[in-house]
């Protein structure tokens, strides 16, 4: 019944741009907080960014990579500019109770999971 959704991968050139969205349903919207993470072949999944009224993101995508939500279309953002092969990766979007505790950057704080959508990064 919980569905995360998500769409805008593709292929971009070393400073390109890029939109991921993630539709949400099945669960209170606005009683979870939303993240974005990345798992490239042979790594671990990692944080990447995640809002609730305020903003969080790992070091390496400050200053280029956006997340915002619309809860109005239960629908989570990562606007990701100025983009490195580094950034390839598989992106999944999540959902964190707002009950819940731990850190919005640990994997297991999360309760819901998308299916992930590639994003390939050329040089």
């Known amino acids: 019944q919980v569905q995360l959704v998500e769409s805008g991968g593709g292929l971009v050139q070393t400073g390109g741009s890029l939109k991921l969205a993630c539709a949400a349903s099945?669960?209170?919207?606005?009683?979870?907080?939303m993240g974005w993470f990345r798992q490239a072949p042979g790594k671990e999944r990692e944080f990447v960014a995640a809002?609730?009224?305020?903003?969080y993101y790992t070091d390496s995508v400050k200053g280029r990579f956006t997340i915002s939500r619309n809860n109005a279309k239960n629908t989570v953002y990562l606007q990701m500019n100025s983009l490195k092969p580094e950034d390839t990766a598989v992106y999944y979007c999540?959902?964190?109770?707002?009950?819940?505790?731990?850190?919005?950057?640990?994997?297991?704080?999360?309760?819901?999971w998308g299916q992930g959508t590639q994003v390939t990064v050329s040089s």
């Open positions: 999540a959902a964190a109770s707002l009950r819940g505790s731990g850190s919005w950057s640990l994997r297991g704080r999360y309760d819901y």
């Open positions: 809002v609730s009224g305020n903003t």
């Open positions: 099945g669960f209170t919207f606005s009683s979870y907080v």
